[in-house]
């Protein structure tokens, strides 16, 4: 992780919101799970720093470079690199939360984590 983020800092990667900057100044003070390529663990975080440097070396956003490089070539046109709150109860399903003492549930309020996952709806059959 150490050398991710040094090869990110030499690309001079600028963060788009205050979160992405945190994550940027303090990613080099935390310790590793593992040694490099022993274990593999996902991450979240290790995902949102790919999206950054994808950033930093195309030089447009994340969301515009995955849609112009890689969905539209492939014809990908319901896919999209964030979820549409649009969507929720539609394409998209509803979380809600776990039985009340009245046995009912209520829904979540939306969520999204921008960058990190990727919206591919079921085709139909």
């Known amino acids: 992780m150490v050398n ?3 090869q990110a800092a ?11 900057l945190q994550i940027i100044e303090r990613i080099g003070s935390q310790p590793a799970l593992y040694s490099p390529e ?4 996902y991450s979240n975080l290790g995902l949102t720093l790919a999206g950054e440097v ?7 956003p994340y969301d515009r470079y995955v849609r112009s490089n890689i969905l539209q070539p492939l014809g990908l046109s319901s896919t999209t690199p964030e979820m ?11 979380g809600y939360t776990a039985l009340d003492r ?3 549930r209520e829904p979540r ?3 999204t984590a921008r960058g990190i996952g990727t919206f ?5 059959m």
């Open 10 to 20: 030499s690309l001079q990667i600028h963060a788009s919101s205050g979160d992405g």
């Open 38 to 41: 022993t274990n593999f663990q």
């Open 84 to 94: 549409p709150e649009s969507e929720r109860g539609r394409r998209l399903a509803t």
């Open 102 to 104: 009245e046995g009912k």
């Open 120 to 124: 591919c709806p079921a085709m139909p």
């Open 4 to 6: 991710s983020v040094r």
């Open 109 to 111: 309020p939306f969520f």
């Open 54 to 60: 994808v950033a930093a070396t195309s030089g447009m």
